[in-house]
């Protein structure tokens, strides 16, 4: 095994707690539907998930390569750099998770690397051309091509369902939807924990311990995979429950339909060693195949809350990260610094996530429905649900906007309703 300096230990260690957070943080990219249709169990959903995730780690080194050889020019990038990039893409992992919101723990890793490298060596540092073509452009075009295809195939199942017996083909489809969330979950494996494996390559290049242009070692795949499975074990509920239920409400031929659109995305980036973020695909997938039903309808407040944070992320993590690095390079006491300040932090975010907890046990619960906006209103006006429902199959759909009873015209003999009219 190479020569370990203190501070290389120390980024090692802070990049397995990134690839943890990132477990965590990104489960509901994997299993988020598959709890929220019933398809699984939570817990035995983020058990299947973590088994995948291991051994997805294992199928490829392309996106860890594009990471430790492409993103930043390795010379003059010190382990501390690389310390300090991991800082800022934590903080953001744990800020997003504390209010359950599906952000990018890729993007947040290319940030902080970003935002550290520049403050380290200055602009130069980074690879403006590989940061456009290999995490930029897949990160805009990722949720549009996977929310495109899940919208596509939703309309395709229900069409081809049609005429198919309900209890059979709804069978059917959970059996799909399993088999299409461990797919996701392999792919996530495949794609995410090779970004730490990139980011311990880079450290051990920097601190003189592998050699420039190395594959990661075999123990950096291992530890790096046994770390995302062990957070994708644990469960972000948080950000399952917003995947599953906040964003849009599915039944299991649109869960089918979105995971495997996502993961068919994922899978194609990973070969090509694009640094892609799942979270973008799988979102972007949920909305579409929230939208390829008659009738579904997309929670667009919760949506531009979620694109919000994919627009932060980068520079929120990289000026976080740029700040460690300024702190670390004041010395040793520079780095102690910002690890004590990395530790309380986190400290401080679980502690304030026990005020309202989440897990397996309400994580499908909705407190309240969302009132709708004017996107989400316009939507239900123009997709009504199917004609011909009865009132017990109606009962049963998701509510798709909420309308104040003012704004419903009823016949003079007509009872009002006494606070809202669901659409």
Partial sequence: MESF????????????????????????????????????????????????????????????NTISKGLVD??????????????????????????????SSSHALMGGLIGAAIASAGVGAVHGDVLVTKVLLPAVAAPIVAGVAAMLASRMTYTLGRKADGKAAAKGYRAGQIASAGLVSLAHGTNDAQKTMGIITLALVAGGSLAPDSDPPVWVILSAGLAIALGTYLGGWRIIRTMGKGLTDLQPQQGFAAQTSAATVILASSHLGFSLSTTHSVSGAVMGAGLGRKGGVVRWSTATRMFVAWGLTLPAAALVAALAEWVCGFGDWGTALVAVFLIASSAAIWKISRREVVDHTNVVDVDEPEQAGVVTTAMAAVSPPPTGVTEELAATLPATAT????????????????????V
């Fill in 5 to 64: 300096s203190l501070i290389l230990a120390i980024v090692v260690v802070t990049a397995l707690a990134f690839d943890f957070t990132n477990g965590f943080h990104d489960t509901a990219n994997a299993m988020a539907t598959t709890i929220s249709t019933g398809a699984l169990k939570p817990k035995v959903a983020v058990a299947m998930s973590a088994v995948l995730n291991l051994v997805g780690a294992f199928l490829s080194v392309e996106v860890a």
């Fill in 74 to 103: 390795e010379t003059g990038i010190r382990p501390e750099v690389i310390f300090a990039a991991l800082v800022g893409a934590i903080l953001w992992n744990l800020l997003t998770w504390l209010v359950g919101l599906p952000s």
């Fill in 403 to 422: 309308l104040p009873a003012t704004a419903t015209a009823t016949a003079p003999d007509a009872k009002a309703p006494s606070a809202a009219t669901t």
